[in-house]
């Protein structure tokens, strides 16, 4: 099968590019280097470097025709979209409706986005949320990437695009920028107080461990607790 990746030269995307290789697939990414970096990408996958928000998205996904669009290109800082909403969801939903709109032109099957626990649910009435919970995100990113998943609804029920969110909580792992906003949790992991409130050294060091070896989703309750970094 053949899957673009956006946002494949970030973290959470040229990993999960990565598993896609693994398993046998095509891989084609795009990604304009704003905060991934080029040697992320795999050799063995196609690069454009290409901004989703341009018009030359739709000459891409032209070109290439994915069977499967998997979407985490975004502009991923809580406190950047608080600071500047207007580019917040330029990025998170003009681009995400560009991605859309070439992905329908272009016959793709199926398309994956990167949603948010923690950002989307925002305000939440219990812990752990539910998937049928009500979203009061409180803030432009937690609003962006609610409305990524309703113009997914929007698509399908127009053009029969199929889809699958995945509302991620705070993900940390290799590749991950440890200065960035969404380190805070790896940087956790490791520290000596991150060890104490999980009752001893020895299970933080295989949680870091863990870490190390494989991508892994941190609990959505800690998350939720801290609005300003949960993404
Ligand atoms: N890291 C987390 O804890 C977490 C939690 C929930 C959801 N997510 C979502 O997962 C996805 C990946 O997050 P990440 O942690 O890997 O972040 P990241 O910043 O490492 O990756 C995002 C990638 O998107 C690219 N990008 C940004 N703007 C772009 C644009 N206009 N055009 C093309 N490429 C662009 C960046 O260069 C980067 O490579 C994002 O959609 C994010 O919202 C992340």
């Not at 979209?81 to 016959?107: C, H, M, Q, W, Y």
Request: charged share 20%.
């Amino acid at each position: 099968m053949k899957i673009l990746v956006t946002g494949g030269a970030g973290f959470i995307g040229s990993t999960i590019a990565d598993a896609y290789l693994e398993a046998g697939h095509e891989v084609v990414v795009i990604d304009n280097l704003y905060s991934g970096k080029r040697e992320n990408v795999s050799t063995k996958a196609r690069f454009h470097e290409v901004d989703i928000v341009s018009p030359k998205i739709a000459d891409v996904l032209d070109a290439e025709r994915p069977d499967v669009v998997s979407h985490h290109a975004a502009q991923m800082d809580v406190r950047m979209s608080v600071a500047s909403p207007a580019f917040d969801a330029e990025v998170n939903v003009v681009g995400t409706i560009r991605l859309l709109e070439a992905a329908v032109k272009a016959g793709v099957k199926k398309v994956l986005f990167a949603s948010s626990g923690g950002a989307a649910y925002g305000e939440q009435e219990r812990f752990p949320a539910q998937e049928a919970d009500r979203t009061n995100p409180v803030s432009p990113y937690g609003v962006s990437k609610r409305s990524g998943e309703h113009y997914l609804f929007y698509y399908h029920a127009e053009h029969r695009l199929p889809y699958i969110a995945f509302r991620y909580a705070n993900v940390y792992g290799p590749r991950q920028d440890p200065h960035g906003e969404a380190g805070w949790w790896r940087s956790f992991a490791r520290s000596s107080w991150g060890a104490s409130r999980r009752g001893s050294t020895a299970t933080a060091s295989r949680r870091a461990t863990t870490c190390s070896s494989r991508i892994s989703c941190g609990p959505t309750s800690s998350a939720s607790r801290a609005p300003s970094s949960a993404r």
